[in-house]
């Protein structure tokens, strides 16, 4: 008979109990292995496996994994079934690589466009954010790996995550900022919950009672374990006190060592040290049992997920006819990103593959398209002969399609954007192709919202976000009417950034963000300032006509 995780805590001395509080390294929890306890792996993240290759010394040196649609692009599927199937194959890719702990889903609210991170996080309405991350969860546990839903809480931007202040007041943290997590952890149980960097109305998350214990676990009836985002411990014994069961990545045995002498000196009561060794060993126990189980996955299908998800997530925009494309038609494909798509973000959830280009799948499917690179991929600057080589090509074609979007380096983790605008040479390009072509379409890859001072004038707009490996399969299928745009956007597009709810708050002064819209985020805010904006919350167009039925 194995021990019991009691009888195992009753066993272990105080230096291991304050060992297994912290990770063994950047991935690993720590093995205590004359009680037989192992030590499991963790890793990111949201939208596709980021594991470091064995035997390699750098944490960035991942293996190859299939990179599905990042958390923008799944939730405008609006559709929980959508995040549980590509849970699941994560899980089933977690376990045939040995992680016991997937890092994901992130379930932050979009407070402002701006937010580097937004690329990651669902949605700026928390009920839809949450229903998403229930089912992303049940996925993944499904496949008996658990989910470590992030990051816990108010941490809403990029600058100065690592200590910033967001000030929030009861009724907004309640409705708007704590409700997507609320749901997931009832809905979903998931086995660990990550807490954030930043502090929650002065309190660094990582030793915030309030939202550790008195609400995570006292009002919702959270059972698992609380660890810390990497590096986001502040004081490790008042942590301890507060919820936050396992410090990642550790810190070397410099805070085991507080633990130690809390406990010694008095300051630390055992019993608190004993109820986090607790909390982690049900999950390690679970996680190392289940981990025996046979595991495999097939790369090809999961391939065929991630084209399929990304398809489901392309959100049609705006459509005067210039879309579905058509045999026969003179088709040229304009901006690089037709090449070499941007598909995933910058930062810890960058997954290490290749993707399908929207011109590769169309040489697959034998379509007649000609290419112009017109702009570079991941800068903004106007080569004077492409430019002028896509407007002619765009003028003697029938339709004109423009693959516009955001370079990563202007958005990633670890920062936020400065301004919601493309980069001019594309701003710029578009404008002028669309003075001599009526049938130009523009297909937009980006994390999160762009000004669109085009929209009125282009015939089309196709919007698929950051869509994973897939995307190019998927922009072939929907733009030429192999599959039906059903994508909605699951955050508002605001004209202009000035009228964004936080405009005059974000990033805050370095010190505090003021949550001074309080509920008021998202299409709460445009609705009741009764704001026009470019396209609302929800808003998706499809090909299919409908026709009124008259009464006989
Ligand atoms: C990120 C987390 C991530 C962790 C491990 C942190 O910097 O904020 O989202 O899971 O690193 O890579």
């Known amino acids: 008979m194995n021990p019991t995780v009691q009888e195992l805590v009753a066993a272990l001395t105080l230096e291991e109990k304050a060992g297994l509080c912290s990770g063994a390294d950047f991935w690993h929890t720590k093995a205590v292995e004359r009680l037989g306890i192992p030590a499991i792996k963790v890793s990111d993240g949201p939208h596709g496996l980021r594991t470091q290759r064995e035997g390699s010394t750098d944490p960035n040196d991942s293996i190859e994994a299939v990179c599905f649609p990042a958390g923008c692009a799944a939730a405008a599927s609006f559709d929980p079934a959508l995040t549980r199937r590509m849970g699941a194959a994560l899980g089933r890719e977690a376990r045939a690589n040995g992680v016991q702990i997937l890092l994901g889903p992130a379930v932050n609210i979009k407070r402002s466009p701006l937010c580097g991170r937004n690329f990651e996080y669902y949605s ?97 009836g959270f059972d698992g374990f609380v660890m810390s985002d990497w590096g986001a411990v502040n004081d490790r014994v008042k942590g301890i006190a507060a919820g936050l069961e396992l410090e990642m990545p550790g810190s070397q045995g410099v805070n085991d060592r507080r633990l130690i002498d809390a406990v010694r000196s008095g300051a630390l009561d055992e019993a608190v040290l004993d109820r986090a060794v607790t909390r982690i060993l049900n999950i390690v126990l679970l996680a190392a049992d289940l981990a025996q189980r046979p595991a495999a996955f097939d790369r090809a299908a999961h391939h065929r997920l991630a084209a399929e998800l990304a398809a489901q997530s392309g959100v049609l925009l705006r459509n005067l006819g210039a879309l579905p494309l058509h045999r026969g038609q003179k088709v040229v494909y304009i901006g690089a990103y037709a090449d070499q798509p941007r598909y995933q973000g910058g930062g810890s959830s960058h997954v290490n593959t290749t993707a399908v280009s929207a011109l590769d799948a169309a040489l697959l499917h034998d379509r007649m398209v000609q290419y112009v690179e017109g702009f570079p991929a991941d800068r903004d600057q106007r080569d004077e002969t492409e430019f002028l080589r896509a407007v002619t ?133 445009y609705d009741a300032r009764r704001m026009p904006v470019r396209w609302p919350f929800g808003h998706g167009l499809s090909y299919t006509g409908y026709v009124t039925a008259t009464p006989c």
């Open 124 to 220: 700026e309405d928390p009920y839809l954010a949450g229903e998403l991350a229930a089912g992303f969860i049940n996925g993944v546990q499904s496949e008996g790996v658990g989910t470590s839903i992030k990051h816990f809480a108010a941490n809403d931007q990029e600058t100065r995550r690592l200590s910033v202040n967001s000030r929030v007041d009861e009724r907004t943290l309640q409705e708007i900022y704590l409700p997507a997590f609320e749901t997931a952890v009832k809905k979903a149980r998931p086995w660990t919950v990550m807490c954030s960097y930043n502090r929650l109305n002065g309190a660094y998350a990582s030793e915030n009672k309030p939202l550790l214990t008195d609400i995570l676990r006292g009002a919702w």
């Open 393 to 525: 090509a765009a003028e003697a074609a029938d339709v004109a399609v423009i693959f516009a979007g955001l370079p990563d380096s202007f958005e990633s983790e670890g920062g936020d954007r400065r301004h919601m605008r493309l980069p001019d040479c594309q701003n710029n390009l578009i404008a002028r192709v669309a003075a001599v072509q009526k049938n130009t379409v523009v297909v937009l890859h980006t994390g999160a919202p762009v000004e669109c001072p085009w929209a009125d004038d282009v015939s089309s707009v196709l919007c698929m976000y950051l869509a994973g490996e897939g995307v190019g399969e998927a922009e072939d299928a929907l733009l030429w009417g192999d599959a039906d745009p059903c994508g909605r956007l699951p955050e508002t597009w605001p004209l202009r950034l000035e009228d964004t709810p936080c405009y005059l708050d974000f990033p805050g002064d370095g010190v505090t963000a003021d949550y001074r819209e309080g509920v008021y985020v998202g299409y709460r805010w």
